[in-house]
């Protein structure tokens, strides 16, 4: 739990009281490698911070699974549009290795966001910070080359490759496997 | 063998089971993804593997028992089929607890191949069981011997009613002798992890 503190604390101050009320929320859950967190079609009903292990997201495509992203500890991982819209999500999520995420439920997020004034502050932070990210992701999809968005990844998140398979990788940087190792390989 | 009893020994030994099946949800997430080695399978993975195999019986019964099961009078006596026997006894481990024979997973039934495991997993398990033991209950009033029901060998190898019970049940007693080295083999690494480094032990 002390994780969840900090992790909201990275956004906002905490008092004594306003933790008494947000901590008996969240729960724990574990998942083995290759779990479904979040299935597509599904209304997602959890929110989670990522305590350990790697999880992948993506959506179905033409019968190709296609890689958005990855959370891995301390970060926030989950089906988010279906979580917001409690609409079927297009979103799945899977662990890649063993994990253990904490979840707050839909309601008990609404709740805190209507009594505890902090949370509904932290809400928009951590919305800014994800709607900051999908433009910065968006922009290196359509301007940067299977290279360069290479290159990129590998400077800000260069354990990657160590957590997750490659064909995964792949698809998150919109390259062929082939592409992908023919990189890997020269830039070894 | 008498059916009254083997309802009875069935029942206690699944009631047992979801007791157990409870008391390891409340465990921490750590001991239930313990791997004793890396290959090797964590309670959450083991307790899926029942629900993948047992839930082809539950859904066997459940169907065979609707069909027939009414129209059957009350047969006081169940004697196991050839099949349905041998694989039950090389599958319940022996009285001393012992086991017969390693046996080779089916990919289908591997969670980590398919589908992975979550506490989910033993909410399914615990659901299994109780509807187990509803089919247990209805068969005081019907013929377990007249009854068949494909097996999780493949739907070529059917078994009689009887033994899509017993096998299962005997198929789980195995399973728990693992779940229980594996989750001791959790306890130990973690009490070694608190007498050597106190400081990393974290209290949720």
């Known amino acids: 739990m002390d994780l969840v503190r900090r992790t909201i604390e990275r956004y906002v101050r905490l008092t004594e009281n306003d933790w008494a009320r947000i901590a008996p929320c969240w729960r724990e859950y574990a998942f083995t490698r290759g779990a479904h967190i979040v299935r597509a079609g599904g209304v997602e009903d959890r929110f989670y911070i990522v305590k350990s292990g790697v999880q992948r997201m993506s959506f179905p495509h033409d019968g190709e699974d296609i890689c958005v992203g990855f959370s891995y500890d301390g970060s926030w991982s989950g089906g988010y549009d279906s979580f917001v819209t409690r609409r079927p999500g297009r979103f799945d999520v899977r662990a890649v290795t063993d994990s253990v995420l904490l979840g707050i439920g839909h309601d008990d997020l609404q709740r805190l966001y209507a009594e505890v004034p902090v949370m509904e502050r932290f809400g928009r932070l951590i919305l800014e910070e994800l709607l900051v990210g999908r433009a910065a992701r968006e922009i290196e999809l359509l301007s940067l080359d299977a290279e360069e968005r290479y290159d990129r990844l590998f400077k800000r998140s260069p354990h990657l490759l160590q957590l997750v398979p490659q064909k995964d990788i792949a698809s998150y940087l919109r390259m062929k496997p082939e592409t992908f190792s023919r990189l890997r390989g020269r830039r070894s | ?204």
């Open chain 2, 1 to 204: 063998m008498r059916t009254v009893e083997l309802i009875d020994d069935l029942s206690a030994v699944l009631r047992e089971q979801m007791a157990r099946a409870r008391a390891v949800k409340a465990l921490p997430s750590e001991a239930l993804l313990h791997r004793p080695a890396p290959e090797q399978w964590n309670a959450l993975e083991i307790l899926e593997h029942l629900n993948l195999s047992s839930g082809i019986y539950v859904r066997g019964l459940e169907k065979v028992f609707a069909e027939r099961a009414a129209a059957l009078p009350f047969n006081p006596a169940f004697r196991p089929g050839v099949l349905g026997g041998l694989f039950t006894r090389s599958m319940a481990p022996r009285p001393d607890g012992s086991i017969p024979n390693r046996m080779r997973t089916f990919r289908r039934m591997d969670p980590p191949k398919v589908g992975g495991a979550s506490l989910e997993s033993i909410d399914r398990f615990i659901d299994h069981c109780t509807r187990m033991l509803a089919l247990l209950e209805r068969a005081r009033s019907t013929d377990l011997d007249r009854m068949k029901v494909a097996s999780s060998l493949g739907p070529v190898i059917r078994f009689k009613a009887g033994d899509a019970f017993r096998f299962p049940v005997g198929h789980q007693q195995r399973h728990f002798l693992q779940l229980e080295r594996v989750l001791a083999a959790a306890a130990d690494q973690r009490t070694t992890t608190s007498r050597w480094a106190p400081c990393a032990v974290r209290t949720v």
